[in-house]
């Protein structure tokens, strides 16, 4: 037994120790002296203080992040708004196929995706002129693709609400907004909080749509980063994968805490 | 149903102050159309104090953008959208560009400093008075090899690639143009034949040559020369430059038949918004003292001759990088080719490719 437990704790040493190492990697020559990743020559902040000097870069950067924020909320909503739908479907026929269709988003290439989103919005295009390659086509193929696996992660939380629950609600004398706001909401938020997180990685590290439908100078990190590594890989790069590498962190501790704020207490008893 | 308020006033929150951040940092750099000049050039190919030093004396703010190849820069001026004021593509480009109706014609006489380009690369094939364009940079295409493993002898000649010491050396740069263009120089035709007869000859010439490829690559050549993992590479002068420069033993050499000799041009844009800023850009960048510092921060060759003479004979007498007279008289410039006959180099290049 006791072998077991340690092939087990090896097994997963290694495991971990294969994931995170090309990561380990790239984080230790972001602090290379030199300009490749040849040989570490010696210890500096230099490709720091140039990233930080390049406000192109600083702005792909808040601008990844506040598409990846306002897409996944968006998404949020409309994904829950689609819960709602598919669940209180009378018919279950319907409701089946309903999650079918969106289950084929959830597994179809990126690539399809994108190239029909770029279609798509070139042909409106030639009818409404205003509409142009850039933000808000970003925006709006980002939230498409985030819904489908929105619905996907609050669906089977709905599901596990009795629907006793909420006929008590309306037996006490509840109006059906008050059902919603103090009924079903209190009881989906931690998936509806995880389904968000889930929304926001995606759009955070799409590359494939965002190549197709990107234009007019707005650029997200993943393209720009692509199209810099065309020309060999400035250290910057290091230097920046670095302190994504750590925000990301950050996030996935605050998610811990945002997600376990109130159920330990709970668990513990 | 709190903590899900307080999860969403956080995430609005984190929103507004971002998207504050981006018009900050944009207003920051202060950019209204009026004042703006666009460029539209190649990643890293200008010296970046330059553009500081144009605003410095213009008053113009410059935004910069950059493309990585001919190809995708056609299809973003193509799809329209744009307002890019100057823009730098190189020869064969610049034909087709001007085919299609997407440049402007240029006066020459709002560009007093084009009195110092050198009379040779001024009114070629491509773009004939230089009704359209003005040169910024020039080169050529050559082997690089390492002196640690051969001599100049040998790679002096094309031929010489054929010679079986080479088998599975060479590192070739990607394109159907170029390779293409080392089969017809073989066989002592000009690498823009439209003679189907001549492609084939130089098809089943290259088909010899395949064996002696290690590989059929575009930016990845310059590192393996440096960290030499391979020894000869045939690729361009810029390039070439590059390699020399991170590695002594590295050298460039233009073979004797004659070699292809390639333009970069400042083009104004059909949907140019500031052509009085990209007038003054041009001339700014024909300004033998900007030039040459221009020329010292690439390492490609200047078609200024008042530049020339400031960057001084060490660099200027190297005859890999600046040919003599004679050299220059064997090189050919690349035409735009109809997209049938493009097509059939496509075509030719594709099936070596698959061949090796």
């Known amino acids: ?269 | 149903m709190k903590r899900l308020k307080v999860f969403l006033g956080s995430i609005i929150g984190i929103i507004i102050i971002l998207n504050f951040g981006i018009i900050q940092i944009q207003k920051k750099q202060n950019k209204t159309t009026q004042n703006t000049v666009t460029i539209y050039n190649w990643g890293d190919y200008i010296d970046p104090d330059l553009v500081k030093k144009f605003e410095k004396e213009t008053g113009y703010q410059v935004e910069y953008e950059t493309f990585d190849s001919n190809e995708a820069m056609y299809t973003k001026l193509k799809q329209g959208g744009t307002h890019y004021d100057v823009v730098i593509p190189s020869d064969y480009m610049i034909q087709k560009l001007k085919e299609s109706g997407l440049l402007q014609k240029i006066d020459l006489t709002q560009i007093p400093n084009v009195k110092y380009i050198d009379s040779r690369f001024m009114n070629l094939s491509f773009d004939e008075h230089n009704q359209y364009s003005i040169p910024y940079f020039w080169g050529t295409l050559g082997i690089v090899y390492n002196d640690k493993q051969y001599t100049k002898n040998d790679v002096d000649s094309w031929k010489k690639l054929w010679e079986p010491w080479f088998k599975d050396k060479i590192m070739m740069i990607d394109g159907a143009r170029e390779l293409m263009g080392i089969g017809l120089t073989y066989n002592g035709n000009s690498i823009n034949s439209k003679d189907p007869h001549q492609l084939q000859q130089a098809y089943h010439q290259l088909l010899k040559l395949m064996p002696n490829i290690k590989a059929i690559v575009s930016d990845e050549i310059k590192n393996y020369l440096i960290t030499e993992e391979a020894q000869i590479a045939v690729t361009y002068s810029g390039e070439a430059h590059d390699m020399v420069s991170q590695n002594k033993h590295l050298h460039y050499v233009l073979p004797k038949e004659g070699t292809n000799l390639w333009f970069d041009n400042m083009v104004i844009s059909k949907n140019a918004q500031n052509i009085n800023g990209a007038y003054a850009f041009i001339n700014f960048m024909c300004e033998p003292q900007n030039a040459a510092q221009n020329a010292r921060y690439i390492g490609y060759s200047t078609p200024n001759q008042a530049a020339k003479q400031l960057l001084g004979k060490t660099i200027t007498n190297n005859q890999a990088f600046y040919p003599s007279e004679a050299q220059l008289d064997k090189m050919e410039v690349y035409q735009n080719l109809d997209a049938k006959m493009l097509q059939k180099y496509n075509d030719l290049f594709l099936e070596l490719k698959m061949k090796h």
């Open chain 1, 1 to 269: 037994m006791k072998l077991k437990a340690h092939l087990v704790q090896i097994y997963l040493i290694g495991l971990f120790i294969f994931l995170y190492l090309p990561i380990g990697y790239l984080i230790y020559y972001a602090f290379n002296q030199a300009d490749t990743m040849n040989r570490f020559t010696g210890f500096s902040f230099r490709h720091f203080t140039e990233l930080f000097n390049d406000t192109r870069m600083l702005v792909i950067l808040m601008n990844t992040f506040m598409l990846a924020f306002l897409a996944a909320l968006i998404a949020t909503i409309i994904g829950l708004g689609g819960v709602m739908a598919i669940r209180y479907t009378k018919r279950k026929i319907h409701r089946k196929a309903l999650l079918t269709l969106n289950n084929i988003l959830m597994v179809s290439p990126d690539v399809i995706i994108g190239s029909s989103f770029l279609i798509l919005f070139t042909v409106l295009g030639t009818y409404f002129s205003k509409l142009q390659l850039g933000f808000w086509t970003v925006l709006l193929s980002h939230i498409a693709f985030s819904i489908p696996i929105v619905v996907l992660m609050i669906l089977p939380k709905l599901q596990e609400l009795p629907i006793s629950m909420i006929q008590a609600a309306y037996d006490l004398g509840a109006a059906p907004h008050q059902v919603m706001t103090k009924v079903i909401l209190p009881f989906l938020t931690p998936s509806i909080i995880a389904a968000y997180f889930m929304a926001f990685t995606y759009s955070l590290d799409d590359f494939a749509v965002t190549f197709f439908v990107t234009g007019g100078g707005f650029t997200t990190l993943s393209v720009e980063i692509y199209s810099r590594a065309r020309q060999g890989i400035s250290l910057e790069i290091n230097a920046l994968s670095t302190l994504v590498f750590i925000f990301a962190l950050l996030l996935v501790v605050g998610y811990y805490f945002i997600s376990h704020q109130n159920q330990p207490v709970k668990e513990k008893e």
